[in-house]
């Protein structure tokens, strides 16, 4: 009788432990976190139009399906959007960006496989909207370009402290029909540097058979030269003289019908008026600012002479 009650025990410890040993090895099933990865999304505003949108792309190392978000809110038909069934998994979000400027995009995966895989959401996603580059508001455009004082043979956006900065300017106003501006029509021309107490005059003259206004900044360290490295921040101002109306009188007849007594009669008229041929033109400011880095010049510090 002790031996099977003593068998029986024991049979019962066996059982009961494996009934724990696999119950173990079920709750320490591994779970994977997949990646996904953001590109592309890098819109325009205006320009992204739903005919023409930016496109932000999802890859991930698993199939599933990734909802994407600016700056924390769900971009309108992105939500759940399928990756592709093989490798490379991706999944694509057409974005139409409403406001210019820096953002940040992200995205979050729930995997097809739930059983080895766990939820995801992608690194945040920094991208710049573009926005158009705005000249000036005013009627007057301008083309600037700088060369060198010593070297005047090729365009030039980076210079040396040292370096005399030669800027040629032309401009046309859009109030007098698009004319050039030169001598003739501009009452004042000049170029600031913030930072710069001195205001360079830009005079107007031939240089190679070509009309155009110029006027030289000195970079140094002599007193009075501009020596602060890195961008130029200047200013490229033009003032046009106002055109008065061109007038003429002309002759006017006319007629009229009176009662004279007791008939009516006809009388005729000649009076003289004044006709507008030209209508006159205020004058105009323009300005010109680098606002864009194709245009930003850079004065860089001059080379050290080891010895």
Same mark, same amino acid.
């Given at each position: 009788?002790?031996?099977?009650?003593?068998?029986?025990?024991?049979?019962?410890?066996?059982?009961?432990?494996?009934?724990?040993?696999?119950?173990?090895?079920?709750?320490?099933?591994?779970? !994977?976190?997949?990646?996904?990865?953001?590109?592309?999304?890098?819109?325009?505003?205006?320009?992204?139009?739903?005919?023409?949108?930016?496109?932000?792309?999802?890859?991930?190392?698993?199939? *599933?399906?990734?909802?994407?978000?600016?700056?924390?809110?769900?971009?309108?038909?992105?939500?759940?959007?399928?990756?592709?069934?093989?490798?490379?998994?991706?999944?694509?979000?057409?974005?139409? /960006?409403?406001?210019?400027g820096p953002t940040a995009?992200?995205?979050?995966?729930?995997?097809?496989?739930?059983?080895?895989?766990?939820?995801?959401?992608? /690194? !945040?996603?920094?991208?710049?909207?573009?926005? /158009?580059?705005?000249?000036?508001?005013?009627?007057?455009?301008?083309?600037?370009?700088?060369? *060198?004082?010593?070297?005047?043979?090729?365009?030039?956006?980076?210079?040396?402290?040292?370096?005399?900065?030669?800027?040629?300017?032309?401009?046309?106003?859009?109030?007098? *029909?698009?004319?050039?501006?030169?001598?003739?029509?501009?009452?004042?021309?000049?170029?600031?540097?913030?930072?710069?107490?001195?205001?360079?005059?830009?005079?107007?003259?031939?240089? *190679?058979?070509?009309?155009?206004?110029?006027?030289?900044?000195?970079?140094?360290?002599?007193?009075?030269?501009?020596?602060?490295?890195?961008?130029?921040?200047? !200013?490229?101002?033009?003032?046009?003289?106002?055109?008065?109306?061109?007038?003429?009188?002309?002759?006017?007849?006319?007629?009229?019908?009176?009662?004279?007594?007791g008939k009516m009669v006809?009388?005729?008229?000649?009076?003289?008026?004044?006709?507008?041929?030209?209508?006159?033109?205020?004058?105009?400011?323009? !300005?010109?600012?680098?606002?864009?880095?194709?245009?930003?010049?850079?004065?860089?510090?001059?080379?050290?002479?080891?010895?």
């Amino acid at each position: 009788m002790m031996r099977r009650l003593l068998a029986s025990v024991t049979v019962g410890a066996l059982a009961l432990g494996s009934v724990i040993v696999v119950g173990a090895g079920a709750a320490s099933a591994a779970t !994977t976190t997949p990646t996904v990865t953001l590109s592309g999304g890098k819109g325009m505003v205006p320009g992204s139009t739903p005919d023409s949108p930016a496109t932000i792309i999802a890859t991930t190392s698993v199939a *599933g399906a990734v909802t994407f978000n600016d700056a924390g809110t769900t971009i309108a038909g992105c939500s759940s959007v399928a990756t592709t069934t093989v490798a490379p998994f991706v999944a694509t979000c057409s974005w139409v /960006p409403t406001v210019a400027g820096p953002t940040a995009l992200g995205a979050t995966f729930v995997p097809t496989d739930t059983v080895d895989y766990v939820n995801a959401t992608a /690194p !945040t996603y920094n991208v710049v909207i573009a926005a /158009p580059i705005q000249g000036n508001t005013g009627p007057i455009t301008f083309t600037v370009d700088t060369v *060198g004082t010593s070297n005047s043979c090729g365009i030039q956006s980076s210079f040396v402290v040292g370096d005399g900065i030669v800027f040629r300017v032309a401009a046309n106003d859009a109030d007098l *029909g698009g004319a050039p501006l030169t001598s003739a029509n501009v009452s004042s021309a000049t170029l600031t540097v913030n930072g710069y107490s001195t205001t360079i005059p830009l005079t107007y003259g031939n240089h *190679g058979g070509l009309g155009m206004w110029t006027g030289v900044l000195q970079t140094g360290t002599a007193t009075g030269d501009y020596s602060p490295t890195g961008a130029i921040p200047y !200013t490229i101002t033009m003032q046009t003289i106002a055109v008065p109306a061109v007038t003429k009188k002309v002759s006017v007849v006319s007629h009229k019908r009176l009662k004279v007594k007791g008939k009516m009669v006809t009388r005729w008229f000649r009076t003289t008026k004044t006709v507008v041929v030209t209508p006159a033109v205020p004058g105009a400011t323009g !300005t010109f600012t680098p606002s864009h880095t194709m245009s930003v010049l850079t004065l860089l510090a001059a080379p050290v002479t080891l010895k």
